[in-house]
């Protein structure tokens, strides 16, 4: 059995290669029995589990599928995403899962996030984040009509590249005395995460390791976790097919 984790696949209609891409993972390189963890910005924006775009529904369908197969699948919020609850999950057949959550991946204690609240250099991010994972202002927003949402999430990732533009590039990664504290805080061995679109290992002090995973455009990428080893692998974005 392997457990493969994902992130950042930012899928969305204009990018149909995503998608397709995303379906040849599921039905060609995850094998039944196996587990899933998808971190976060799966979608490159979410405006309620009451949407109704085709090929947002063609997702969901796509995700029941691993229910089918014995692949149990487990659902992270990202910065993108966050407004995804238990209708969408109970539809696609996954658990939602909170953040940060710990695992155990070849026998070591692994720390699983999205990534974002890493980020504290970025004082903006941090307020906007806050505000936006308030249940209040989130079922003020699922209360407006699905139109007004499609404009409002146009409009946010309108406004998150205009901000992040001027943004020195060391604000938008993790603050390492943050990676310090939420590993030292949960005594673990290994951080996962997405978000920053940096793929890499890096090695920490005390042996720890935080590994980060990439996004979805050109390439995609996943981790693959056996019994022996966790590894970090790409593979190029063909015409929607991963090769």
Known sequence: MITWLISDLHLQPEREDLAQAFTAFVKHTVQDGDKLYILGDFFNAWIGDDEDNPFYLDIIDTLSTLQTRNIQTWFMHGNRDFLVQTAFAE???VTLLDEPAKIELAGKNVLLMHGDSLCTGDKEYIAFRQQVR???WQAGVLSL????????????????MSMN?????DIMDVTPSEVDRVIMDYNVEILIHGHTHRPARHALANNKERIVLGDWDKQGWYIRASQENIELEAFDIVDGVGT
């Open 91 to 93: 539809r696609a057949g």
């Open 145 to 160: 009509p699905l139109a007004q949402r499609r404009i409002m999430a146009a409009d946010l990732r309108e406004k998150s």
């Open 165 to 169: 533009s001027n943004k020195a590039e």
């Open 134 to 136: 308030n249940p209040d």
